[in-house]
């Protein structure tokens, strides 16, 4: 055994394990997302079946425990990622950055032209974190119901 985190694409049976991990990870926006995050309904069902049905997600590992986990899924040319989460004990170890690299490898094995994400408007930390990695905002939009932007529309072209 190793203490060094591993990342590894998923399978349909880590669908249990990333959801505990999505809804350990997003427990610290609860009641402060407006609307509330969609990562709340997140089930293990509806992970297997996005993953049958051809969307991915690379997890991030020690030891057999998930400690991380990012959900991906081809949009318009570009490689959709969201739900980057990183268990709070497992924070400040870089595997955030590592799963962002997993992914923005992953587009490029698929010959993919780009990265693309949404984020918060309210979550101005996430928003320099993408920026300090070459993403750039290219949009924004209201959740339905909201009559201002709620979310951030963000890319990353792949050289």
């Known amino acids: 055994m190793s203490d060094s985190p591993i990342l590894r694409k998923a399978t349909t049976g880590d669908a249990a394990a990333i959801a505990a991990v999505i809804a350990a990870s997003f427990e610290q926006y609860r009641g402060k997302l407006i609307p509330e995050s969609g990562a709340f309904r997140e089930t293990a069902d509806g992970i297997a079946e996005e993953l049958s049905r051809g969307a991915g997600a690379i997890v991030a590992e020690r030891n057999g425990e998930m400690l991380g986990c990012v959900l991906v899924e081809e949009k318009e040319g570009d490689l959709y990622f969201g739900r980057l989460?990183?268990?709070?004990?497992a924070r400040g170890l870089g595997l955030a950055r590592r799963?962002?690299?997993a992914v923005e490898a992953e587009a490029r094995r698929r010959g993919l032209a780009g990265i693309r994400l949404g984020v918060r408007v309210v979550?101005?930390?996430n928003q320099r974190?993408?920026?300090a990695l070459g993403y750039r905002e290219t949009s924004r939009e209201a959740h339905p119901g909201f009559d201002h932007p709620t979310s951030i529309n963000m890319?990353?072209?792949?050289?």
Do not use: E, G, N
């Not at 989460?85 to 004990?89: A, E, F, H, Y």
């Open 129 to 131: 974190l993408f920026q």
């Open 99 to 101: 799963l962002i690299d």
């Open 155 to 159: 890319r990353k072209p792949l050289p």
């Open 123 to 125: 979550l101005t930390d």
């Open 85 to 89: 989460s990183v268990l709070p004990p």
